[in-house]
């Protein structure tokens, strides 16, 4: 619709040729005649009715312009061309409201864009969107929607994007795209995904997504709009039938004295769980470092690039920058100028981490029994309680508040499996229930980061059953 208007919008925002006496400050937009204006604005609303016939008068649209153009008075054009489309809008007898009254959110917003890359050429597109109730609503997962038994595209929406006219990054989600797991074969598929780490191997520009397994790790790569298996690097023996049934595994990623990243691995056999250090490269390998104690597979996970894991002559510690976490007696520490802060058992409750780069490192751990502890470094604890076991996986500051979010899968004593979010409110507040939505499989890891390089963070979610694993990737769907 865009071509089709410019010779419109040419006419109507006075775009002709600037006489030869004009000064580069003289304002590029002036008014145009009435019946322009008029024209203008009703070419510019036209491909929008189909949708503007489904409004009701409970809608409360609010709309946003811009002029995407270098000239000094680019922000009047906007005054006028907002004041046009009003006029236009309210003609056609739509609702319309600049500002919701009664402190009421607005359920629509009209968006014209218009382009200036000439004074002859010009373009202009309007958009009709819905608008989420807030944030966490719009993440939602309609009735009918499986997530990890279909190969369908779901109507979840996610969308990340500035909304011009703002002054200010709003950013929501619209529709989540599920991708189903290109390239794994079916032999593969009967095990599960214990845990997820995204990687960048030495000498290559891209990254890649390690898939822990009971014995073995698959080495993945973005490719085509989803992840291709491009190696297996096998860890030990074929895993028993309780290990099946009982899976558990780690991978950690930190970075090694030399300071190349280092991938390190934690078999999911309980009575005699090894740690395994994975070097990517054209032919990946995995080389056992050591055997832990009983009941010790790797506790820990990386925050900032430090590690924490229990070895068997004691433990050992590669610390932070100024900040470093200790293992002693079983017990997991922050050890800050001296200073030894007893936190809890890990042989008890597995060790995940939460940070954003404005906050101090945050930790959660998920307890058998359903609840959830979150404390930092320079913070109290603070505990929420799940409805079941539960498992948690560090996850990005996706509503982009400075604030990040942990993602949480719950196994419920009644009822299906849940994904939830709980973000990190402050350190007084601790961390609040968010999202919450039922998936039919159990959810064995997640990890959430720019796979395709694209800006846009995406979440890798990794399920179960007996019957066949999956793994899947929620992806902004607009590119």
Known sequence: MGRVL??????????????ASAQPSTLPFPPPPPAHAARLARDLLAGLAPALEGLDGAARVVFAVQVESDAPSAGRAETWLADTVEAAWRAGGWPLTRAPADGAEATHRLEVLVRVQAPSHVEAEARLRALPTSFWESLRMPEGAVLGTSTAEVPLNLELRTLFGLGRRTVRFERLRLVALAGLP?????APLLDLALVTPEGAGDQRVVALQPDR???????????????????AAAPS????????GRLVVTTRPDGREAVLAASSDRAAPELYDLTLGPE????????????????ASGVDRWLVAPWPAGVDVLGGPSREMALVDGRAAFREVGDLEPAYDLRTYPLFAATSPAWDPHFAVAHPGGDVAVWGANAPEERFVLDGAGTVSVASDLDQDGRPELLVSSSAVTGPDRLSFFELTDAS???????????????????????????????????????????????????
């Open 429 to 479: 507040e601790g961390a609040a229930l968010r999202w919450s939505r039922p998936v039919p499989d159990p959810v064995t890891a997640a990890l959430c980061g720019d796979l395709d390089g694209d800006g846009y963070a995406e979440l890798l979610v990794a399920t179960w059953s007996p019957e066949r694993a999956g793994l899947w990737v929620v992806a902004p769907n607009e590119r």
């Open 186 to 190: 079916d032999a593969l598929s009967t």
């Open 241 to 248: 039938e309780a290990r099946v049934r009982q899976p558990f």
């Open 217 to 235: 790790l698959l080495v993945l790569r973005w490719a085509h709009g989803g992840l291709a298996l491009e190696a297996t690097v096998a860890l």
């Open 284 to 299: 990946p390998a995995a080389v056992a470092l050591a055997t832990l104690p009983p009941a010790w597979p790797l506790y």
């Open 6 to 19: 410019a010779a419109w919008l040419a006419i109507g925002l006075g775009l002709g040729a600037a006489p």
